[in-house]
């Protein structure tokens, strides 16, 4: 008599006990395809038509590697005033009752809702030699606009209400009698920040870094205006791809956007292993 067939040692179990996972799971890869990653496959597959050597002449070319370093410099000193000043604009939200609070909360979001081009020609306008701000440095020989210092500005205008929105519930959160109770322990200010605060404020600060990091890296609408766009010094690299993109040089805008994909996704990542290692030590 033959032996039964064996069942099969692996099976697709469905994670949880609630109905519907399988066609969750499907709608989700479908969407995140088409969205997401076939976007992302045909931009990597585009920069090799002029083959390795064309891809590599592109990114050595100096004009490409200006503005790759500009581009993600910038939006890192940019992301990191963020992360300071939005700590200091969360706290007075979520500590402080003042008049006019529920306005200055809402005035946060404005970055969000103002188009981007229309942000530049504000910021543009203020800071420009002639302008309100711009004018005064003026006379002492400081130029704000049309200098990276400009796009650093943009870039922070851009990315402030991540690093208030993503911290603020968190703050919301926490119980403030843990404070109380650190000082009644003898904790001075700082020490209450350093030991108390802060620790469980890592993960959502490093995730708000991320996020106005990854959104000033892409800005181009409110950047261009304030940049100048002069090769070599003050020009960003989405306003480089769209320059190629008019030079019909497909291959070589998809290059510089690859390179900034990988570079991207390379710092992301190591943000997102610094939270899990302070998340492992505790600080969570």
Same mark, same amino acid.
């Given at each position: 008599?033959?032996?039964?067939?064996?069942?099969?040692?692996?099976?697709?179990?469905?994670?949880?006990?609630?109905?519907?996972?399988?066609?969750?799971?499907?709608?989700?890869?479908?969407?995140?395809?088409?969205?997401?990653?076939?976007?992302?496959?045909?931009?990597?597959?585009?920069?090799?038509?002029?083959?390795?050597?064309?891809?590599?002449?592109?990114?050595?070319?100096?004009?490409?590697?200006?503005?790759?370093?500009?581009?993600?410099?910038?939006?890192?000193?940019?992301?990191?005033?963020?992360?300071?000043?939005?700590?200091?604009?969360?706290?007075?939200?979520?500590?402080?009752?003042?008049?006019?609070?529920?306005?200055?909360?809402?005035?946060?979001?404005?970055?969000?809702?103002?188009?981007?081009?229309?942000?530049?020609?504000?910021?543009?306008?203020?800071?420009?030699?002639?302008?309100?701000?711009?004018?005064?440095?003026?006379?002492?020989?400081?130029?704000?606009?049309?200098?990276?210092?400009?796009?650093?500005?943009?870039?922070?205008?851009?990315?402030?209400?991540?690093?208030?929105?993503?911290?603020?519930?968190?703050?919301?959160?926490?119980?403030?009698?843990?404070?109380?109770?650190?000082?009644?322990?003898?904790?001075?200010?700082?020490?209450?920040?350093?030991?108390? %605060?802060? +620790?469980? @404020?890592?993960?959502?600060?490093?995730?708000? !870094?991320?996020? #106005?990091? $990854?959104?000033? *890296? &892409?800005?181009?609408?409110?950047?261009?205006?304030?940049?100048?766009?002069?090769?070599?010094?003050?020009? %960003?690299? +989405?306003? @480089?791809?769209?320059?190629?993109?008019?030079? !019909?040089?497909? #291959?070589? $805008?998809?290059? *510089? &956007?690859?390179?900034?994909?990988?570079?991207?996704?390379?710092?992301?990542?190591?943000?997102?292993?610094?939270?899990?290692?302070?998340?492992?030590?505790?600080?969570?």
């Amino acid at each position: 008599m033959a032996n039964p067939v064996a069942a099969p040692r692996w099976r697709f179990r469905e994670p949880n006990v609630l109905p519907g996972f399988r066609l969750a799971l499907g709608f989700t890869l479908i969407y995140v395809s088409f969205i997401l990653l076939i976007p992302l496959a045909a931009l990597v597959a585009r920069p090799w038509e002029n083959g390795l050597d064309g891809f590599i002449a592109t990114l050595l070319d100096e004009r490409v590697l200006k503005a790759l370093r500009l581009t993600f410099s910038v939006s890192f000193m940019a992301a990191a005033m963020n992360v300071v000043m939005g700590l200091v604009i969360t706290w007075a939200l979520v500590r402080y009752d003042f008049p006019g609070r529920g306005i200055l909360d809402a005035m946060v979001d404005l970055p969000f809702a103002l188009p981007t081009a229309v942000a530049g020609i504000a910021l543009t306008s203020i800071y420009a030699p002639n302008g309100w701000v711009g004018g005064l440095f003026s006379p002492l020989g400081i130029k704000i606009a049309y200098t990276p210092i400009g796009i650093w500005i943009a870039m922070v205008f851009v990315g402030l209400p991540f690093i208030v929105r993503t911290v603020q519930p968190v703050l919301q959160e926490f119980d403030a009698e843990v404070e109380e109770a650190a000082t009644m322990l003898g904790a001075r200010p700082l020490q209450r920040i350093r030991r108390v %605060i802060l +620790p469980a @404020l890592w993960p959502a600060v490093i995730t708000a !870094f991320s996020l #106005a990091f $990854a959104r000033a *890296v &892409g800005e181009y609408g409110s950047v261009i205006f304030i940049a100048g766009n002069m090769p070599y010094k003050t020009e %960003i690299a +989405p306003l @480089l791809i769209v320059t190629k993109l008019e030079q !019909f040089d497909y #291959a070589g $805008a998809a290059s *510089v &956007g690859l390179a900034m994909l990988i570079l991207s996704f390379t710092i992301i990542l190591l943000v997102n292993i610094i939270q899990l290692l302070l998340s492992r030590r505790g600080l969570k």
